[in-house]
């Protein structure tokens, strides 16, 4: 059974930088996209950032020039560095691997990232 593990969250001072981690067990095929997503208290979940094993990469526009995703495709993990923190960033991050035969997307756990002084 595929298996999605993060760790990385917590509580940090605005301005302060997190680096998330996700990585997916050993029975995860090949994959098409890694991602991260985010929801907050009585908000629907968006896209934080999606990064294709062909290196193309977008990011949600509240996050542009402040976090950076990145992959290792070899160990199957995907990494959200944050920097320059905002309140307005804290959220239950997820990570999510999309599988490349038949699209089917597999979840994290979530992980609680909060922004506060």
């Known amino acids: 059974q595929v298996q999605l593990v993060e760790s990385g969250g917590g509580l940090v001072q605005p301005g302060g930088s997190l680096r998330l981690s996700c990585a997916a067990s050993p029975s995860m095929s090949r994959v098409s996209s890694m991602g991260w997503y985010r929801q907050a208290p009585g908000k629907q979940r968006d896209m934080v950032a999606v990064i294709t094993t062909s290196g193309t990469v977008n990011y949600a526009d509240s996050v542009k020039g402040r976090f950076a995703i990145s992959r290792d495709t070899g160990r199957n993990t995907v990494y959200l560095q944050m920097n320059s923190l905002k309140p307005d960033d804290t959220a239950v991050y997820y990570c999510?691997?999309?599988?490349?035969?038949?699209?089917?997307?597999?979840w994290g756990q979530g992980t609680q990232v909060t922004v506060s002084s």
């Open positions: 999510a691997f999309t599988r490349f035969y038949d699209n089917n997307v597999y």
